[in-house]
């Protein structure tokens, strides 16, 4: 029987390629948002789920905060902006940088106009010397006294994070769980594969092409008598040479990344899938409010 008598529902947020989604998923024991060397890898809100003693967290993985460009960018900046409403606390996620940057800054001034508890997270530094830290921490509190606490992490080794999980806790509010035992993510089996397969696409192709890819999946069913998860999935690009690009000679590109995303996709479901994949072109879609919302970018309800 689950002892959960408290929950704290904790927004994650910062520029883009901050560790934000690595953080998500190394405190929630296993990958539920995907991850990328590329900026503007999350677009939608990615929600993970861990338990600590009496303490259900839920994490809200956001966008990276950036200057939208398109309507897809629009979309993801407001919703950075909305995952601050109604939440028990905010972890600001940056680099151990002495400056404290306009995505920062506006992130700040959004924290305080919400007015819930901030952590500030000083994450990556596995890559720097500790006495560096120090000069950090004070350009961030110079810029606001606030921070309820300042804490160094590192998503990739794991340092720091029982103690970010003992400083959340401090907020949570007594209440049922929100998410049954067990229950990692509140992302559907179909979205999941989604964006696995575009984890791939943003790993394996170069420059602007992977952010004008969206993937959209048709068929996802499983077989009643083998387990055999079948998922037919379109991959939608906004050129005609992205399109060559992405099949590559013989096909060799789509291969390759339909191969990485289908391991994925049967480690994520634990049985054997059967993936197949179209590439087709849908010309300046993150431009169009409609075509970004039919891939399901869409504000909630």
């Not at 690595?22 to 990615?46: D, H, P």
């Not at 259900?56 to 897809?72: E, F, K, M, N, Y």
């Not at 306009?102 to 106009?113: F, N, T």
Request: hydrophobic share 40%.
């Amino acid at each position: 029987m689950s002892e959960i008598r408290k929950t704290a529902m904790v927004t994650v947020c910062g520029r883009p390629n901050v560790g934000k989604s690595s953080l998500t998923n190394a405190l929630v024991g296993e990958k539920i948002a995907i991850v990328s060397n590329k900026a503007q890898t999350t677009r939608n809100r990615v929600c993970g789920v861990l338990a600590r003693g009496d303490t259900q967290i839920v994490l809200l993985d956001t966008p990276g905060l950036h200057r939208p460009r398109s309507a897809l960018g629009e979309y993801m900046v407001k919703v950075v902006r909305e995952s601050l409403e109604g939440v028990d606390c905010a972890l600001l996620l940056v680099e151990p940088i002495a400056h404290v940057g306009g995505p920062e800054e506006a992130l700040i001034a959004r924290i305080r106009e919400e007015g819930i508890p901030a952590i500030l997270c000083v994450n990556k530094i596995d890559t720097v010397e500790k006495a560096s830290l120090l000069p950090v921490m004070a350009a961030y509190n110079e810029a606001w006294d606030g921070f309820k606490a300042i804490l160094p992490i590192s998503a990739r080794t794991g340092e720091g994070l029982d103690e970010l999980c003992d400083e959340i806790r401090k907020y949570a509010e007594e209440g049922p769980q929100l998410f049954p035992d067990g229950q990692t993510s509140d992302q559907p089996e179909r979205q999941v594969m989604g964006e696995l397969l575009r984890e791939k696409l943003l790993l394996c192709l170069d420059k602007e092409i992977p952010h004008g890819v969206a993937v959209e999946i048709s068929r996802f069913s499983e077989r009643e008598e083998s387990g055999i998860v079948d998922v037919d999935a379109v991959i939608y690009c906004e050129k005609g040479s992205h399109k060559g690009i992405i099949i590559g000679k013989h096909g060799d590109m789509l291969k390759k990344v339909s191969s990485l995303a289908r391991r994925d996709m049967e480690k994520f479901m634990g049985t054997k899938v059967y993936l197949q994949t179209w590439v087709k072109v849908k010309e300046n879609w993150r431009d169009s409010v409609s075509a970004v919302r039919s891939f399901g970018y869409r504000d909630s309800d």
